[in-house]
Every structure is written in C-alpha cells, then in structure tokens.
C-alpha cells in the first residue's frame, strides 16, 4: 500500500473542492497562524460553511448526518491543521453514540453507530480562506466491511454536493497506514483535543 500516492490523489481530489471567502481573509499565512486566529477565521466562517452543506440532496450520503451534526458534540476546541485532509484546518464533532468514547482518544473502542464529521477549511500562504469539504466516518457494526476496519467514508462538497471518492486509496488506506493503532482514527492534535 502506497499511502505517499493516495494521498497525493486525495489532495488532487480535495483541491477542486473549494471555495473562496474573502471576507474571512486572514492577515496571517495559513502554515503560521496560532489556534486562537484559526478559530477566528472559523468563527467568520462557521454559519455559511454548515448552511452550505446543509444544501441540496445528498444522495448515498444520509442526510441527517450533515444537517443534525453541528448539534452534535464539538470534540475539536479550536481548528488545527494537521498535515492531512490537504493540509486543512478541521473541527471535529462526533455524535453521542460516541463522543464519550472517542474523547479517550484510543484507550476505549468506537461503537458502532458513531458518526464522526470534521469541518474544513484553508488558508494559503497569503492569508486567503477557502471552504473545504465535510468528511464524514461512520463506524458499522463489526464485519459489515472488514475491509475498511467497518468504517464507512463520505464526504460533501463545500456547496453541500455528495463527493464520489475512491474510499479505499482517498480514505482507507490513509487512516489505517497513519492511525492503525488509533482504530483507525485522525485525533485531532493534542492542544486542541477536548478533554474527557
């Protein structure tokens, strides 16, 4: 398994699937912006990004997952960039099937029927802001895809269109050749992980 090349094809992927805010814009190159002026960024961002994907039919993807999410719990405190996702910032909230056990950050198992969503953004190295897309995982009951750990991936464009990817070399094979040992899970970076 190549994780260099598909993650290079979900970048590729990824890149086509944003959208400018201008009004967001940010004095602060992306790669040097602390926590707290990312969270300002989202803070402008937030509502339009949330009512965006919130748009339109989704498809495969059930709907519910898109529109109940932002009342679901926040797990991420602030917006991190963590080298993944196309090098974007990201809010993680996790559904309370289970956010309990996804805030012990690998020390208990994800049950099925946790849906986990994180928000996306960039900034560029001249303070640009664009929207990214809503990644979606959704942990399955054990067997239904041993493939992929029994999780499932999604994904909805900025303008709430549902994305057809290669879940295996865009998704899969990212989360278990980088977070094998962490089921499988991206957690977000220390600093910003909420507290259990």
């Known amino acids: 398994m190549n994780i ?3 993650s290079a094809a ?4 990824l890149a086509m699937s944003t959208t400018a805010h201008a009004a967001c814009t940010s004095d602060t190159p992306g790669p ?23 748009k339109g039919d989704k498809g495969w993807i059930p709907s519910e997952f ?23 910032f990201l809010v993680t909230y996790v559904n309370e099937t289970g956010a309990d056990a996804y805030i012990q950050y690998g020390e208990a198992p994800i049950p099925a029927g946790t849906i986990i969503t994180k928000e996306s953004f960039a900034v560029d190295d001249q303070g640009a802001v664009s ?10 009951e054990t067997g239904k895809s041993p493939e992929t750990d029994d999780w499932y991936y999604m994904m909805v464009a900025p303008n709430g269109s549902p994305q057809a990817v290669n879940v295996m070399t865009a998704c899969n094979e990212c989360h278990q050749g980088n977070f094998g040992e ?9 600093e910003v992980r909420l507290k259990p």
């Open 66 to 88: 898109v529109t109940d999410y932002p009342n679901w719990r926040q797990v991420s405190t602030k917006p991190a960039a963590p080298g993944f996702h196309g090098g974007r």
């Open 182 to 190: 962490q089921q499988n899970l991206g957690f977000p970076v220390e």
């Open 4 to 6: 260099l090349k598909s």
């Open 131 to 140: 929207a990214g897309p809503l990644f979606i995982m959704e942990k399955t």
């Open 32 to 54: 040097e912006m602390s926590f707290d002026q990312a969270q300002t960024v989202y803070e402008c961002l937030k509502e339009e990004l949330q009512a965006n994907y919130a």
């Open 10 to 13: 979900c970048f590729a992927i």
